[in-house]
């Protein structure tokens, strides 16, 4: 058998019929990075730029198949992890990366759609704390995730950056914390968290209700490690990736929220994938 000639990146997320979020989400934004995308699909949800109509989680055997047939024939060099609604699921995904050379891992920690809709089961948050927590190479919850994780409140830029430590010490060896949803004007600031201190990250404030910010970031990142960059570089970098293709993003429902413009935003050049 010949060597894989490119590197790839593996989503393994909940499918979004709307194409805003998720799966196709990620692999829009590996494309964008010039990055060969992987998926597997571990949710599959009815939704629109309006919200979630239904979700359906499919077969465990299936979701294996899934991971073992993308480990088994390309060279994955990062996974980002989405949308793992039961425990279950987050076991299988757990297993199957300890059973797989590990690649770089990227946690979003999915657990409440931009439209409210609950995509986490309550016997799944001790799952993720103990088992996948521990895995990430970086997780990067928002705000209201990062209050769920950790059982407490934070509402000022302090309590971020306690925050930030407190998912460290879960075991994440670097936190991404999103401030988005920091009440009050000004600038959005993120904070990036690992054992060398914290960094802040700051960008204009946009007037825009967006979908699929999240997943973007961390598919972004993903890819940019796929792409040789260290782990600081790649989360500063997805981030303004995520700010550009605000600024671009576009309604393509009949709603006002806004879906980004993943291919407006590249900065990765042509040619092929690396």
Known sequence: ?????????????????????????????FAAHRVHGLSAIAALTAQHTRGVTAVNVPPMDFLIAQLDACFDDFDIRAAKLGMLATAEVINVVAQALGRHARPHIVLDPVMVATSGAKLLEDSALTALRTQLLPLASVV??????????LGQSIATRDDMHAAAQALLALGARAVFLKGGHLPGEGEV?????????????????LPVDAHGTGCTLASAIAARLCRGADLADACFGASDYVHRALLGGYRPGRS?????????????GGGKPQ
């Open 140 to 149: 990067t919850p928002n705000l209201p995730e990062a209050e769920l994780l």
């Open 1 to 29: 058998m010949t060597e894989p000639s490119v590197v790839s990146a593996l989503t393994i997320a909940g499918s979004d019929s709307g194409g805003g979020a998720g799966i196709q989400a990620d692999l829009k934004t």
């Open 256 to 268: 006002e929220v806004l879906v980004l413009d993943h291919f407006g935003a590249a900065d990765c």
């Open 189 to 205: 600031v993120d904070l990036f968290a690992n054992a060398d201190g914290i960094r802040p990250i700051a960008h204009p404030r």
